[in-house]
């Protein structure tokens, strides 16, 4: 079965729906909306406007060349499954449901998969406790912030139940980001619930997919050597019935498919090698990337599991009041300068007020700068409390000082971002799987509810397998001599963040390579290229994937409690890989050597406007 993805995020992919339609080379779509801040933002959204909280993007989707996306769909008979509903996904699937008849295409049965919301449950007690998923000594307190959201992971089960009653559109709320994928897949095969090893190569297929441009040359660190990186072509998992699976793109598009793209969206969000879904265990440490063809790359190795006893649960808190603003200092002295306006406006501050108050400093000024951008250090001022009343405080400590502040002072015109706004606090946690109850709910014409039912205790395995985290245990013996390169020079990474955790895949090209990668980068290892963004406080989890010559990080706590109130700026940790990879180290001379020399053969990028 071959299934590709439209949307890697909200406001992705306008076009893809209409083009891998029109490609041909594909028999379902899928879409990845949601993260952990959009869904916060739904959340607000729902309290003031109660008939929305979904991604519209879908419906733009759908749209594209005048509904000719919405009427190829129908044509070719595609399948389509996406967790754009977010918090109301009925109310997605009413309007898809709308456009498609609005089109005169009444024989597209639309349906929408709800359970995932159990907001009410928790707020009766009916969940029982709730312990924070990463610090099991910190349980929900309802008291921290008004409960906005309580949504579980959901996984395969109402999608392969809507798709056996006949829908074309299937619409899901919080499902896993892989559960589409898998849906598909087992539907198609006709799988059964204990082929564990089909189902978990299913849901690595689907994670290299779900981020959509992510695995055909997006946020790829060699993307240098990807020729034509616009317009590119959206991925497409090939899915076998035996569950192994070819990641490819349409022929003809832009972008590249790679076993090097493919590695970062594997390392990508993942919480180790133990890869949990409410439906089968992956255990991906022997996951294998094997060249099938130009921009075709197979994908084995994926062992499985019986599924968890428990089901993730993302829990939205109102959190309070922030905001921030942007100044700007030049030349000389820059140093100077941002411990001049630090000072004066902490001397207006009762931090007693605030629940967060951060004034850092990002870049540097050059030397003997040839324009101002190029001696410019951008200050940030971001603070947040519980009480709106208070953040009157920080607008006027940066006003009170604007006139008597350093030289060359200048602030952001967008002023209205010092006007408080709320923000959400993320609470992870487990519920049993028994606590979370699906339905599918057909819409218009024929209106029907199916309830799925409940699986029995005796379908999962009795607790969660526990990550595996490692050392090094052989050393790199070399005679080579070494040499001072940033990291980046030899090896690859990918970051990204998972609530408050941030993680981090680094790769080499070569095999000869492996063994020194896999000494250098132990756990103390990463901690000192870290440098003062390490705190004690953080903690760090490490594994190995030798068949992808790769490491991985977990490093808990480096990003607060998350992307939706964090005061980090690289919430989402994207550019921490990058900074990693710009850290000076000894390389071995030799194993550089040759990664130049790959490097300049495979430089093709260009530039024109």
């Known amino acids: 079965m071959a299934i590709g993805n439209a949307a890697g995020a909200i406001g992705d992919g306008i076009d893809q729906v209409y083009r891998l339609a029109k490609s041909g080379a594909v028999d379902a ?17 729902l309290q003031s406007q109660p008939d929305l909280g979904f991604e519209p993007n879908f419906l733009e989707q759908l749209a594209w060349e005048d509904g000719e996306a919405a009427r190829l769909l129908a044509k070719n008979r595609i399948k389509v499954v996406h967790d754009g509903g977010a918090l109301n996904p009925i109310g997605l699937a009413t309007q898809v449901d709308s456009y498609f008849k609005s089109l005169g295409l009444h024989d597209v049965r639309v349906a929408a998969v709800t359970g995932d919301n159990v907001t009410e449950d928790l707020i009766r007690g009916d969940l029982g406790e709730i312990r924070h998923l990463d610090r099991q000594d910190v349980l929900l307190d309802q008291d921290q912030g008004k409960i906005l959201a309580a949504n579980a992971y959901t996984g395969q089960a109402g999608i392969v139940r809507a798709l056996e009653e006949g829908a074309d559109i299937v619409i899901c709320g919080r499902c896993c980001d892989a559960s589409p994928v898998m849906g598909l897949a087992y539907w198609w095969h006709g799988w059964e619930s204990t082929d564990y090893d089909r189902m978990a190569g299913s849901l690595m297929a689907g994670h290299l997919i779900e981020c959509g441009p992510y695995v055909t040359g997006g946020n790829y660190c060699g993307a240098q050597e990807i020729e034509h990186l616009h317009h590119v072509g959206y991925p497409i998992a090939e899915i076998a019935s035996d569950g192994t699976a070819i990641i490819a793109k349409p022929p003809g598009t832009n972008g590249a498919v790679t076993i090097d793209t493919c590695k970062a969206q594997l390392l990508y969000e993942i919480q180790g090698s133990i890869y949990l879904n409410p439906d089968v265990v992956a255990d991906i440490e022997g996951a294998r990337l094997e060249e ?6 197979r994908l084995t190795g994926i062992q499985g599991s019986a599924p968890p006893p428990t089901a993730k649960l993302a829990v939205c808190l ?4 922030q905001a921030e603003l942007s100044g700007f200092c030049a030349g ?8 001049l306006m630090k000072n004066q406006v902490m001397r207006q501050i009762n931090l007693a007020d605030f629940t967060t108050f951060s004034i850092e400093k990002y870049g540097f000024s050059k030397p003997n700068p040839s324009s101002e951008k190029e001696c410019t250090v951008h200050i940030r001022l971001f603070a947040q409390s519980p009480k709106k009343e208070v953040m009157v405080q920080f607008r006027r400590a940066i006003f009170y000082n604007g006139m008597q502040g350093y030289c060359g002072l200048h602030l952001a015109m967008d002023w209205r971002t010092m006007e408080p706004r709320p923000y959400v606090k993320y609470f992870p946690a487990l519920i049993p799987q028994s ?4 339905a599918v709910h057909f819409v218009g014409e024929g209106a029907r509810t199916s309830i799925v039912l409940p699986n029995a205790s005796s379908v999962y395995a009795k607790s969660a397998p526990r990550q595996r ?3 090094p245990t052989v050393p790199y013996n070399s005679s080579s001599s070494t040499v001072t390169r940033p990291l980046g020079d030899l090896v690859f990474a990918r970051s990204s963040d998972k609530g408050g955790n941030a993680n981090v895949g680094f790769w080499v090209r070569d095999e000869n390579t492996w063994p020194w990668l896999c000494s250098f980068l132990s756990s103390a290892r990463l901690v000192e290229l870290l440098g003062d963004d390490w705190d004690s406080k953080y903690s760090v989890e490490r594994c190995e994937f030798p068949n992808l010559w790769a490491i991985h990080f977990v490093i808990k706590g480096i990003l ?7 005061s980090v700026l690289d919430g989402f940790a994207k550019g921490l890989g990058e900074f990693l990879r710009a850290r000076h180290v000894e390389l071995p001379s030799d194993l550089v050597e040759l990664e130049d020399c790959r490097r300049r053969k495979s430089r093709v990028i260009r530039f024109s406007y």
């Open 29 to 45: 779509i899928t879409a990845d909306y949601l993260a952990e801040f959009n869904i916060a933002w739904k959340a607000i959204e």
């Open 292 to 297: 099938a063809g130009k921009d075709r790359i």
């Open 469 to 471: 985290s490692y050392e």
């Open 435 to 438: 606590k979370v109850h699906l």
């Open 560 to 566: 607060q409690e998350g992307v939706s109130s964090s």
């Open 332 to 339: 000389l002295d820059t140093d100077f300068k941002f411990q």
């Open 318 to 321: 109102q959190g309070g009041w």
